[in-house]
């Protein structure tokens, strides 16, 4: 009887543990000529939003990361938007 109540309890805590997942990041817009970047899953165990894409011609601050137009948010750039950062 004890295994069974030890069982159900694992089997209790591992489902509570992954049962909600993350939301879809957004697409990035189109401007400037440069395609917007493309939005990432969230977290799978920790319910964790998704980064958004950033915005066509969106340009990295000093130390190379991408962050949404007038906000602290990162986001991912897209092709064109992302080799400003290694140039």
Known sequence: MMKR???SMLMLCA???SAANGGNGGDGGNSNGSDGGNG???GDTLS???RPGCPG????????KF???GTTEQCNPG???AIKAVE
């Open 57 to 64: 011609g969106t340009d990295p601050d000093p130390t190379g």
């Open 48 to 50: 964790q939003q998704g």
């Open 15 to 17: 489902f509570s543990v």
């Open 67 to 69: 962050y949404l137009p």
């Open 40 to 42: 990432s899953d969230g």
């Open 79 to 81: 092709k064109q938007d």
């Open 5 to 7: 109540v030890l069982v």
